[in-house]
């Protein structure tokens, strides 16, 4: 049986599938070879566009996750949770990419980036704003159930609370791994030499690693469990 494929959906492209995903749009975001100064432009625009589709995902799981947090589904906030640190997982492994282009190459590209830093990222602005709202949320929960973070157990129970903060402190560890490896590409493609001169950019890298949304979770985990 012959399949039809005439677009049958509004909006411009060729096919349906160009006019659902947007792709003429989408594949016209990239600077073309005539207007780059250097050939690894693409790889590097790739990496960081697709780094904020994933990220724009994550904060909206993580803002519905608070949400839900706040009506007591903690079950699906735990679930929205997960998408947002697989996300991160994602973004963490297409920094792999970057290790393909040297320091002397990056050097050549930065002209065409002005004044550009990654800490201008929205995808990283959406989520570091998502994950304190997710840590409000978690604290109104608390105050609603008449606990505080003293009576969690999160490692190892079954309790939906306790799964819950388990799953934030797998959330603040994930977005630590992805800093982690990009303080490791920033020394490596960036050829910026390591931690250690206060006030330095690899220094700052470095610190920023240990930073945790929630570190009053990590103190909890480390309680030995009893009944609640
Ligand atoms: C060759 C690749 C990269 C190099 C050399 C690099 C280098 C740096 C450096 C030196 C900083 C410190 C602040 C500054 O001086 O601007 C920084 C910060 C930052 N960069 Fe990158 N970066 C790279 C790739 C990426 C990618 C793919 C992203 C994803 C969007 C990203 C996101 C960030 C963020 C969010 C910060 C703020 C610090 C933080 O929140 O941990 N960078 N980067």
């Known amino acids: 049986m012959k399949h039809d494929h005439s677009p049958v959906l509004p909006g411009h492209g060729a096919t349906d599938y160009a006019r659902y995903m947007r792709t003429d749009t989408l594949l016209d975001l990239q600077r073309s070879a005539d207007e780059a100064i250097h ?62 282009m040297s320091p002397v190459d990056f050097a050549a590209m930065q002209p065409a980036l002005g004044n550009g830093t990654g800490a201008e990222s929205p995808g990283w602005r959406g989520v570091q704003a998502a994950s304190r709202q997710l840590g409000r949320a978690f604290d109104g929960r608390l105050t609603t159930q008449g606990i505080t973070v003293a009576d969690l157990h999160p490692a190892g129970t079954a309790d939906p609370l306790d799964r819950l903060a388990e799953a934030m402190v797998e959330w603040d560890e994930r977005v630590s791994v992805w800093r982690v490896r990009h303080y490791q590409v920033a020394l490596r493609t960036g050829g910026y030499p390591p931690a250690g001169q206060p006030g330095t950019p690899a220094n700052m890298l470095a610190k920023l690693a240990e930073h945790r949304f929630f570190p009053e979770l990590w103190q909890a985990r480390i309680r030995p469990s009893a009944a609640r």
């Open 39 to 100: 050939r690894d432009e693409l790889l590097f625009q790739v990496v960081h566009q697709s780094t904020e589709l994933w990220l724009k995902l994550a904060t909206a799981e993580l803002t519905e996750a608070s949400t839900e947090v706040s009506a007591g589904r903690l079950p699906v906030a735990e679930a929205l949770l997960a998408r947002a640190t697989l996300a991160v997982r994602l973004v963490t492994d297409q920094l792999e990419m970057l290790s393909h």
